[in-house]
């Protein structure tokens, strides 16, 4: 049986807004942007089954805050995801994004 959950995070006075479901190891789903929601991943949950998906709207897209565009900074959004993650009690996780995501790599979660 698959759980789901959705709402809110805040993440330096950024509301994101987030949906989970699954179960077992957490992937994060990183939408591409800036400007698109998490909405085109809806395709991945088929994999609920496998794992607990974390699909989030990055700040400025999709259901979360606009913010000043100053903050739209790689640094920012490592601290969204970050803040994100414990908020959630998420613990370790995977990380899966798309285009224009490479900088991720660098950072461990």
């Known amino acids: 049986m698959s759980s789901s959950a959705n709402g ?8 994101l807004y987030y949906e989970v479901e699954g179960e077992g ?3 994060i789903l990183l939408n591409g942007g800036p400007g698109f929601s998490h909405d085109y991943f ?10 607990r998906l974390v699909f989030f709207d990055q700040r400025g897209t999709g259901k979360s805050d606009k913010a000043d565009p100053s903050t739209y900074t790689i640094g920012a959004n490592v601290e969204d995801v970050e803040n ?3 908020s959630l009690n998420l613990g370790r996780c995977i990380v899966l994004g798309i285009r224009g995501v490479e900088c991720w790599r660098k950072h461990t979660f």
């Open 8 to 15: 809110y995070v805040t993440s330096n006075g950024i509301r």
């Open 25 to 27: 190891e957490p992937l």
């Open 42 to 51: 809806q395709e991945m949950h088929a994999l609920s089954r496998y794992a």
């Open 84 to 86: 994100l993650r414990r």
